[in-house]
């Protein structure tokens, strides 16, 4: 932080007060004396005494009680010349008393004088009571007493400007003690003003303080606080300030900036550097001029404004970052999180949560690339943006997802929110149309979930619609059930990974003609303690939900590995299968791991087949290609599982990087019942032919679909009229019982 003063010097003086001089303008001194003649002598020995440029002025008073009750009302007397018997032989001595103990006054001076001193021996009543010194009448001669009132008012001056410091350095304690920990601008500014008011003494006057970001014009500064004669300005710009001096100075002190002091006018300014583009000015408007002291306040009070300010621009400048999406400047997930958790339950139940996803977003940006996504993000944003009431707010919540959280009367259902996403995108100057999946959560439902159990739900249900293929679903309570029985699997999924307790489960392929065994297909198996068998259509998504996928599949394929060799060291050397799920396909690692790991498990490639799903090898199928190929150099099978299901792959056709098709057991399931299921079978197997793949039917549990698959040529089938899968020992045991074994 830049911090500047400007301080009037020499050649511009500020005409201002002596420090501690008097308010009244005038030195008093109190003359407490019963003795009407000796008062008057006094008085007009002090007529016309001047010091440090200010008069001498003298009151009067004939008693103690008197001159009691006039200190009280004038503080700032600075000398009592005090008789010592009056109305009573001790009542000036009392009256010590009364000032120091009763009344506090420890800067007033005062000199004993006494007429009698044998009443009152000096060295006695100097001990006992806290005086300043001690006269006798007759001894104080004209000079003598103006030398002696001329040595206690400065040091009565002294001791002041000594307690004025004490007492505002522990003011500027307090003041900066108040300001630190602010966390919002307007709040901080308004203390800042408070505690200047009260460091200065400003009743009258005005303190205003504005706010401006990347060099804005003056007159455009919103007024962020503001007291005394500058109440008025609050929430206004400085335009309407219209006092052309201090306007002047505000545009000075940009200029330099730099503080300027003047005598009843103190411009401070700050800027935050780095941190942000923001400067901030208060004006000080005094009623009468600022002692020195005043200003030096003023600049150590600046100081710490000015580190109040950087931190706060800090503050602000980490939850800018914490809390906003830096691609689209939108609020982001972390923010989301905090509204929710910010908002009353009643405020909760207002809302709506609508969470929009782009559809194969991972894919589009395999595709296409980084730029291209984060364009696509942009156009997203913009248009959701304008298509929005300003009430509502949008929020980035994922790589690819935005959510809108809005008064629930106001929200937008499924198909405005689909019309207004329905034209094509246009980026790099073509038009791309995306589709995107809704989900709607009404917030009343959800009375006491956590905000980040809230973005859970709204994400799990953007997952059920994608799996059963709508574009919008409304979120339902018993989702939140399934969502907890999710995690819970999902937990005992890394655990049983953990623990090694997945299995393989192999099932045969079968060749038509002879019924003879050609290999296997090796299927990931997971039973739960107590011995409930969890379908793969349940766990083998939710691993690639939760990113576990990878490990899962490297676990069944060491298993296979070990089955192979397991297979061959009792004289049965058949391939094995194994599946890999699309999205690992399509990480770098895939490939290279995979061939380490059968190195390491010592299998030849040729007893290996990776199938992979036809949709999930089409997505990028110029992505896997080589790699696939590769695959195949090396002997090992590359099957296309569920063909005829996904993306038609007959444009990648006839250079497929793959040795089999596997024909979809939706295909077989109907045969005989659908003609278009016969019509796509023959298709299939008339495409194998003519490309040279291998064809394996799946599925198959009849034996009618059995001949019909047979008469139709296709060699190769698997399906539970031959074998359910089943542990390696129940097939080794299949295989030793010798039916249909290879030669
Ligand atoms: P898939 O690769 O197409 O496997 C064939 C599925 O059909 C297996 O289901 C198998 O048990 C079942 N099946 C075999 N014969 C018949 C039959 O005659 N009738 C019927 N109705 N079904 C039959 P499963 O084991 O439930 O596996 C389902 C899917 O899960 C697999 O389909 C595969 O895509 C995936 N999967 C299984 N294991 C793994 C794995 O280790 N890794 C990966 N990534 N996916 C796996
Ligand atoms: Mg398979
Ligand atoms: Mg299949």
């Not at 309407?240 to 505000?250: A, C, F, G, K, Y």
């Not at 580190?307 to 400048?317: I, M, P, V």
Request: glycine residues 6%.
């Amino acid at each position: 932080m830049n911090m500047g003063v400007e301080q009037l010097t020499d050649q511009n003086p500020v005409p201002h007060r002596q420090p501690s001089a008097p308010k009244s303008g005038a030195w008093q001194v109190l003359s407490v004396e019963d003795d009407p003649i000796y008062q008057a002598s006094l008085i007009y020995a002090l007529e016309g005494m001047e010091f440090e440029g200010l008069p001498v002025q003298v009151l009067t008073a004939q008693s103690a009680a008197k001159a009691g009750v006039i200190l009280a009302e004038n503080p700032d007397i600075a000398v009592v010349l005090l008789d010592v018997v009056m109305e009573e032989d001790d009542a000036g001595l009392r009256l010590i008393n009364t000032i120091r103990e009763r009344q506090g006054n420890a800067s007033l001076r005062i000199i004993l004088v006494t007429g009698q001193p044998g009443m009152a021996p000096r060295d006695d009543v100097m001990a006992r009571y806290d005086i300043d010194d001690y006269w006798n009448k007759a001894d104080l001669a004209t000079d003598k007493l103006i030398t002696l009132v001329t040595a206690n008012l400065r040091t009565w001056s002294y001791i002041t400007e000594l307690d004025r410091a004490r007492r505002g350095l522990q003011m500027l304690v307090d003041a900066s003690r108040a300001i630190s920990g602010q966390s919002d601008l307007p709040s901080f500014s308004r203390l800042v003003l408070e505690q200047i008011s009260q460091l200065i003494g400003a009743e009258q006057g005005g303190i205003v303080s504005a706010i401006s970001v990347d060099q804005e014009p003056l007159n455009n500064l919103q007024v962020m606080a503001a007291s005394g004669c500058f109440s008025s300005l609050y929430g206004e710009t400085l335009e309407q300030l219209n006092e052309p001096p201090i306007q002047d100075d505000l545009i000075k002190a940009r200029q330099s900036r730099q503080h300027i002091f003047r005598p009843n006018q103190t411009i401070l300014y700050f800027h935050n550097g780095k941190i942000s583009a923001q400067e901030y000015l208060t004006v000080v408007k005094a009623a009468e001029p600022l002692s020195d002291f005043h200003i030096s306040l003023l600049h150590v009070f600046a100081e710490q404004v000015s580190s109040g300010f950087a931190n706060l621009g800090l503050t602000n400048r980490l939850s800018e970052l914490a809390y906003r999406d830096t691609l689209l400047g939108a609020h982001n997930r972390n923010w989301l999180c905090w509204e929710l958790g910010r908002l009353s339950q009643a405020a909760r139940a207002e809302l709506k949560l609508i969470v929009l996803d782009i559809d194969q977003f991972a894919e589009i940006e395999v595709t296409f690339g980084n730029r291209f996504t984060d364009q696509l993000l942009k156009s997203v944003h913009e248009r959701l943006w304008h298509g929005l009431e300003h009430t509502q707010q949008l929020v980035r919540i994922g790589s690819d997802s935005f959510a809108i959280l809005s008064d629930r009367h106001q929200a937008p259902t499924a198909e405005p929110l689909r019309c207004l996403l329905a034209q094509p995108f246009e980026i790099d100057n073509s038009k791309h149309d995306i589709t995107f999946t809704t989900a709607c959560l009404d917030l009343a439902e959800t009375p006491d979930a956590a905000p980040s159990d809230i973005l859970r739900m709204a994400e799990c249900c953007i997952d059920s619609a994608r799996q059963l293929h709508r574009p919008h679903l409304d979120y339902e309570p018993e989702f939140s059930h399934n969502i907890r029985q999710r995690l819970l699997l999902l937990q005992q999924l890394r655990q049983a990974l953990n623990n090694n307790q997945l299995q393989i489960a192999l099932q045969p392929k079968v060749r038509l003609s002879d019924g003879q065994v050609i290999g296997f297909e090796a299927l990931a198996r997971w039973q739960l303690e107590d011995g409930t068998q969890v379908p793969p259509s349940e766990f083998i998504p939710l691993a690639e939900a939760a990113g576990l996928i990878k490990e899962l599949d490297a676990n069944i394929l060491r298993q296979t590995c070990r089955a192979v060799r397991q297979l061959s060291e009792s004289g049965f050397n058949l391939p094995i299968a194994f599946n890999a799920s699309g999205n690992e396909l399509f990480q770098e690692e895939y490939f290279s791991e995979l061939q380490t790991l059968i190195e390491e498990e010592q299998v030849p490639p040729s007893l290996l087949e990776l199938e992979i799903t036809e949709t999930q090898a089409m997505e990028s199928y110029e992505q896997i290609e080589t790699q696939l190929r590769g695959l195949i150099q090396m002997g090992m099978g590359v099957s296309i599982d569920d063909f005829g299901t996904g993306y038609s792959s007959l444009a990648h056709i006839t250079n497929l990087a793959a040795t089999t098709l596997k024909i979809d057991q939706s295909f077989v399931r109907k045969l005989g019942q659908s003609s278009d299921a016969d019509h796509a079978v023959e298709m299939i197997l008339r495409i194998s032919a003519r490309f040279g793949f291998n064809t394996v039917a799946e599925g198959i549990e009849t034996e009618e679909q059995h001949q019909r698959l047979r008469d139709k040529g296709c060699p190769v089938g698997q399906g539970y009229l031959f074998a359910k899968p089943q542990p390696l020992s129940a097939t080794l045991a299949m295989l030793k019982q010798g039916l249909n074994l290879p030669q």
